[in-house]
């Protein structure tokens, strides 16, 4: 039996395992209506390669996955996933797709990716030929126009530069308009039907993408669970910003892990069905819930993130939950009043649209998680770990020695030219689906888990010392601390306050409301006398214990104080 040939290119079906690579999801469109141009990211690698790294991380997690349904290289083109099943090759928030088609990338086209070859022109030319030639053959089959329903990667995601490697290893600028060209020479080719594998509906059940699992109130009552807790995701001791917004996403949702400092929370992972990214700007007040991922200024190393507790303040201030502000990685989850200096970003769940009462939040247990694995001296670390801003461990490379690896745009492991002799040292501060961060906090470079031998663990893990000195991000989050802790209008009164003949500060209620409580002796109880959000008249004369006595310096009626936000100093 003959090979089948698109305009003259070999093509062969190599589907991968129904998993998160391929969920098995049919397009909503039912056919595609448009495609999309990509480069594989990972130069000097043929299509085969690209496929076999897909087959043997079929089941990745969700929050990291990437796909593509065809790839092509300078010999064949190779289809893993049929092109009337989801592929994840665009980022579900970015906008353009969505102004341009009016839908998703991922639910009404395909993607292609083209191998390349930098320093080889002639080998590349040939991919970006056997591309073009697919591209062309599939348009007139799918009825496609490929003047305007074939952009690429790069132009309909702002963060994303393919085809533009393809095309520069081609000799070309980075411009779509070369694949263009090249597509338009084949573009009335040879009109013969495919193999009806392209288009094959798989027999398997689909993996359904990830979504949440709970409504607006279930989320706010965990949320409010978390604060005072000790939030270790691992169990690896590590209190650290990033596990309460990890914890909360993968209760949330059912089991998404989320990966990466906090700064790159936003930007690698890909958020669950619904969930949007939103732009802070002046005149933007988030939902409760929302993740706030501060990634400027004091915090452009790598960033800092927690939960909207409370936004009653407008787009002044708002309440933040969130955990190792300090830098000590040994404090509860508990809030603080921020000014969004610094705050980028805003990851808003969908269910962070409904409306809810807050007066109606009750108390619920939070989730108890095994750990994943163990830290012992002389064997192998474990797969997964959130990230840290101090090392785990130290490690060694094991006898085979290491080669540092990079993310490309697909989050697929690149191969740098950094290698390590057996014996060299590592430190470890995250540990992403095997792949461990390397040398700091912030550093992009990554060694598969196996290679390493676990020689020191510190105490950010449960050892006996701390690896490093707090580094300009810790120094400059304990600064702003120390200068927005006491009186300040905005700020939620501190815990405790020396008595006073005389009214210290004026605030009002949060979003939440308060009750008055009474005490008889060291007991307190509730009484009838409910505030709602927003009463800006309680005068306080004293702060015992979190209760701030109200109205008169011997009046028994007392409101918690991370209820109150003082509007007015004395």
């Avoid at 000799?171 to 060209?181: E, F, I, Q, T, W």
């Avoid at 470890?428 to 689906?433: A, K």
């Avoid at 009186?487 to 009164?493: H, Q």
């Amino acid at each position: 039996m003959m090979a089948e040939k698109w305009n003259g290119v070999p093509v062969k079906y190599d589907f991968l395992p129904i998993g998160t690579r391929r969920s098995g999801q049919p397009l909503t469109s039912k056919k595609p209506l448009f495609a999309v141009a990509h480069d594989t990211g990972n130069p000097h690698t043929t299509a085969q390669t690209n496929v076999n790294y897909y087959k043997n991380t079929y089941m990745i997690d969700w929050s990291i996955v990437a796909s593509a349904h065809i790839f092509v290289d300078d010999k064949e083109c190779i289809v893993c996933i049929p092109v009337t099943e989801k592929a994840w090759h665009v980022l579900y928030n970015t906008p353009t797709d969505n102004q341009w088609y009016n839908a998703d990338a991922n639910d009404v086209a395909f993607g292609v990716e083209g191998s390349y070859f930098p320093g080889n022109i002639e080998r590349s030319r040939k991919s970006l030929d056997n591309m073009a030639r697919v591209l062309a053959y599939l348009c007139n089959y799918w009825d496609i126009d490929y003047k305007t329903e074939v952009p690429g990667h790069q132009d309909i995601q702002a963060d994303k530069i393919d085809p533009g490697n393809l095309l520069e290893a081609c000799g070309y600028s980075r411009n779509v308009k070369h694949l263009d060209k090249q597509i338009a020479k084949y573009i009335n080719g040879v009109k013969t039907a495919p193999s009806k594998k392209l288009s094959t509906k798989t027999s398997k059940k689909p993996t359904p993408s990830p979504q949440s699992v709970v409504k607006y109130k279930q989320a706010i009552e965990y949320m409010h669970s978390l604060k005072g807790q000790f939030v270790d995701f691992d169990n690896m001791y590590a209190f650290q910003c990033a596990d309460v917004v990890v914890d909360f996403i993968y209760h949330v949702t059912g089991g998404v892990r989320f990966y990466g400092n906090a700064k790159e929370l936003h930007t690698l992972n890909a958020m669950p069905k619904g969930w949007k990214v939103v732009e802070n700007t002046r005149n933007y007040v988030p939902p409760i819930c929302a993740i706030a991922v501060f990634t400027e200024g004091i915090y452009r190393e790598w960033g800092h993130t927690g939960l909207v507790w409370d936004n009653s303040g407008g787009t002044n201030t708002f309440t933040i939950l969130e955990q190792n502000y300090d830098g000590n990685a040994n404090t509860p989850a508990k809030l603080r009043e921020d000014d969004y200096t610094g705050l980028t970003h805003f990851i808003v769940p969908d269910f962070a649209d409904d409306s809810v009462d807050l007066t109606d939040i009750k108390e619920v247990k939070t989730a108890t998680r095994k750990s994943n694995g163990s830290l012992t001296i002389n064997a192998t670390p474990p797969k997964k770990l959130t990230w840290s801003n101090q090392p785990y461990f130290k490690a060694v490379a094991d006898n085979a020695g290491v080669s540092i690896c990079r993310p490309n745009h697909n989050n697929v492991m690149v191969v740098t030219n950094e290698t390590y002799k057996p014996g060299e040292v590592f430190y470890v501060y995250e540990i992403r689906d095997g792949w461990a961060r390397v040398y700091s906090a912030s550093n992009n470079g990554f060694v598969w888990y196996e290679r390493l031998i676990v020689k020191d663990i510190y105490k950010t893990s449960g050892g006996s010392k701390l690896a490093n000195k707090p580094n300009k991000q810790i120094v400059n989050q304990k600064n702003k601390l120390d200068s927005t802790t006491g009186l300040k209008v905005g700020n939620i009164p501190p815990k405790t306050m020396k008595k006073s003949s005389k009214a210290k500060f004026r605030a009002r209620v949060d979003h939440y409301g308060a009750t008055l409580v009474k005490f008889k002796g060291k007991e307190w109880y509730t009484t009838n006398d409910v505030y709602r959000a927003g009463y800006n008249q309680f005068y306080v004369f004293e702060i015992k214990n979190g209760w701030c006595r109200v109205y008169s310096k011997n009046n028994n009626g007392y409101i918690w104080h991370e209820r109150l936000r003082i509007t007015k100093v004395y």
